[in-house]
């Protein structure tokens, strides 16, 4: 995916207003399956597998038994016994060995099978509030796996089924990372080569543009959704990151869960907190440097100028106690006036 296509603002408020679609065939596919594999992924991943019926999927995280994340992840279940997990592409191959070193140690082994499918698969994204109007014209009919439906528009949020495209099958998702509704599109290349053709000619009339790397962060940015290698890493727990809803403590044991039950109780030495400039500024960049009273207290891990609000914003680390007010971020040497804002920082309100 490259950063721009016709230019990051466009395509950023092309997502907002119209339609916009996405190269996300980096991502990482993994399948899960056998009669343990409910039991295996719930013993990985923070969020609880058990919730899931055939045809539904949930945010969750993998994490050390530190409570560092190794990655956040989508996993939806298929049917019954069947698990597909879309990893991120950076961190897929340590994805993938964490995985199979847990599979190893996992005393019902023999009932699951795990495969990195990633060289099988592509996949789009397709976001905007406009892209329900087209989309029923891009993936026909009625699904033939997962959440049965009778049009891909019936889909709910976090909702996946099967669906025919062409001469071929591709799994379609109502999940999104834009803060905006839309629908990802799953399958073999050429199915998905196909899929990106026809939702630029039926999305056309629309306003649909292709989006980039650029407006995928601006966007992201903007509903305060964490990237990993950013507000995320293995140095980095779900409760510090803010993320504690998709740890499920009551479901039983799983890696990491002593360190979070923890840090539940008694809190964490760092915040993930957003802000907005508050004054005319050069745009905010990770690794700058957060101030409050005086003295360095944290830095930025994600920042830009917001194309939606005309403003920059960043989210960041910094200790609880410095997690409400003002504050300053340090833009080459100069310290700029900033303020604590909630999450997200753009609403549909403004």
């Known amino acids: ?68 994340v190794i990655d956040d992840l989508y996993v ?14 950076s961190r897929t191959a340590n994805d993938v060995a964490w995985l199979r070193e847990q599979w190893n140690k996992f005393p019902r082994s ?20 406009r892209v329900k109007d087209f989309i029923a014209d891009c993936v026909r009919g009625p699904s033939v796996s997962a959440m049965r439906v009778n049009c891909v528009t019936d889909l709910k949020k976090n909702q996946i089924a099967g669906f025919h495209l062409g001469r071929g099958g591709v799994l379609v998702s109502r999940t999104g990372y834009t803060g905006e509704d839309g629908f990802e ?3 073999e290349a050429d199915a998905i080569q196909e ?14 543009k292709p989006c980039g790397l650029g407006a995928r962060d601006t966007l992201r940015t903007e509903m305060c959704y964490p990237l990993y290698g950013h507000e995320l890493d293995e140095q980095t727990t779900p409760m510090e990151a803010g993320l504690g809803h998709f740890v499920s403590m009551d479901k039983g044991e799983f890696i990491g869960r002593a360190v979070l039950a923890e840090q ?19 745009p905010p960049r990770p690794h700058y440097p957060i101030w409050a009273g005086g003295a360095a207290v944290g830095a930025v891990t994600s920042g830009t100028q917001s194309p939606s609000l005309n403003i920059g914003i960043g989210m960041g680390f910094v200790p609880p106690d410095r997690a409400t007010g003002d504050i300053e971020i340090e833009i080459r040497g100069n310290r700029f006036p900033a303020a604590i804002v909630p999450k997200p920082i753009y609403r549909k309100s403004h």
């Open 1 to 68: 995916m490259p950063v721009q296509y016709s230019g990051l603002i466009a395509e950023h408020l092309a997502v907002r207003n119209a339609a916009g679609i996405f190269d996300i065939s980096h991502m990482g596919e993994v399948t899960v399956n056998g009669a343990a594999a409910e039991a295996f992924l719930n013993y990985l991943l923070t969020n609880d597998v058990r919730k899931l019926a055939p045809g539904q999927g949930q945010y969750t995280l993998m994490c050390r038994e530190s409570g560092g």
């Open 110 to 129: 023999d009932d699951v099978n795990l495969t990195d499918a990633s060289h099988n698969y592509s996949a789009v994204a397709v976001q905007g509030p």
């Open 76 to 89: 939806y279940k298929l049917s019954t016994a069947v698990y597909l997990l879309i990893v991120n592409a």
């Open 185 to 187: 599109i799953v399958g």
């Open 264 to 282: 539940k109780a008694r809190g964490t030495k760092k915040k993930l907190i957003a802000f907005k400039m508050t004054g005319k500024s050069p």
């Open 195 to 208: 899929a990106w053709e026809i939702i630029l000619k039926k999305g056309e009339p629309y306003g649909i």
